[in-house]
């Protein structure tokens, strides 16, 4: 049997939400059940970049704290490291590092001094923490301020401290939850280059939660699209792109009529297209021929300067998954 960093097996967590009584009525008034995570199955391997993309309000946060057994379920369990998040909590912090909704940043102390603090509060010894800082303070290129008082810092300056602070004891596991929210594309792509080589050479795991689909696609090896507390889909990027057989064009030029449109969409190898500035966006069935479609628009009058076609990206997937979803009342 294969080992797994993260096994949950239905995890479920509920939420009693306490609502005053002003009807009368016992069905409407009193507490509200409000199922935040819902019978999730997850198995996620050591050394890997795991992606867990969902939107706002998805149950992404109360996944982490369940994992870290911040949160007890309602039903269902979860292993961590073979531990259980219920009795073994303790021992799974331990090992693991988390940036999530706050940076645990302390901004009277330095940055020298917060990542001090956090190695002594994982009993690292002083040879062990001093190296350690200036390893990491080196790398996020903050050693030279390494010194000053980090209230006044940017936001993407302490994005960076924060990073290293869930890295300081050399975790197993690390969580982060928007971890390139701040930073510049320089420092986005040079982080984004940092975890991937964390998880291929130092086989440690990383658990991602992001808004940026693009990041997700570069990323992670293997992702998971949560809405309303449930699983819609899991596996690695191009096992969610291939779900969609459908294509997607692109086609640029000008005199795309209204009429030659209704024409171009009536195709029965045409699921979608719409206009978009100065180009077509259309979404073909799979094994779909794009010459007769730009054909029939160079007769209909149209000018074609450029063509492009390719498969549906991470993001295309994850909206379709997402809006397919029938809304909350």
Not at 1 to 16: C, E, G, H
Not at 197 to 203: C, E, T, W
Not at 218 to 238: D, N, T, Y
Request: aromatic share 4%; proline share 5%; net charge neutral.
């Amino acid at each position: 049997m294969k080992d797994w960093i993260i096994n949950t097996d239905n995890l479920t967590r509920d939420f009693n939400t306490a609502r005053p009584r002003t009807t009368g009525n016992p069905s409407e008034d009193g507490p509200k059940i409000i199922r935040a995570v819902d019978n999730l199955n997850l198995r996620i391997p050591q050394g890997i970049v795991f992606g867990f993309l969902g939107p706002n309000g998805s149950g992404k946060t109360t996944t982490i704290r369940l994992l870290l057994g911040l949160l007890e379920p309602t039903q269902g369990k979860a292993e961590v490291f073979g531990l259980d998040t219920r009795t073994q909590a303790g021992e799974i912090r331990k090992r693991t590092g988390a940036l999530l909704e706050h940076t645990g940043l302390y901004e009277r102390l330095s940055a020298e001094d917060n990542l001090e603090f956090y190695g002594r509060v994982a009993h690292m010894t002083g040879t062990d923490r001093h190296a350690r800082i200036k390893e990491l303070l080196v790398h996020m290129g903050l050693w030279e301020r390494r010194h000053e008082t980090v209230g006044p810092w940017s936001r993407g300056m302490k994005q960076k401290l924060a990073i290293a602070r869930a890295m300081m004891h050399n975790p197993q596991l690390i969580f982060l939850d928007e971890p390139t929210a701040g930073l510049d594309p320089i420092a986005a792509a040079a982080l984004r280059e940092d975890l991937s080589r964390l998880a291929s050479s130092s086989q440690v795991t990383i658990f991602l939660t992001t808004h940026n689909l693009v990041d997700a696609e570069k990323l992670c090896e293997q992702v998971a699209v949560i809405r309303s507390g449930k699983m819609l889909a899991a596996g690695k990027p191009e096992e969610l792109r291939a779900r969609n057989g459908n294509i997607q064009a692109e086609i640029f030029g000008t005199a795309f009529t209204p009429e030659l449109l209704a024409q171009v969409r009536s195709r029965p190898e045409v699921a979608e297209i719409r206009p978009e500035n100065n180009h077509l966006v259309l979404q073909l069935t799979a094994g779909a021929d794009m010459s007769p479609i730009v054909t029939q628009l160079i007769q209909g009058g149209a000018q074609i300067e450029e063509v492009r076609k390719s498969k549906a990206s991470l993001e295309d997937i994850f909206m379709e998954l997402v809006e397919d979803q029938p809304k909350e009342a």
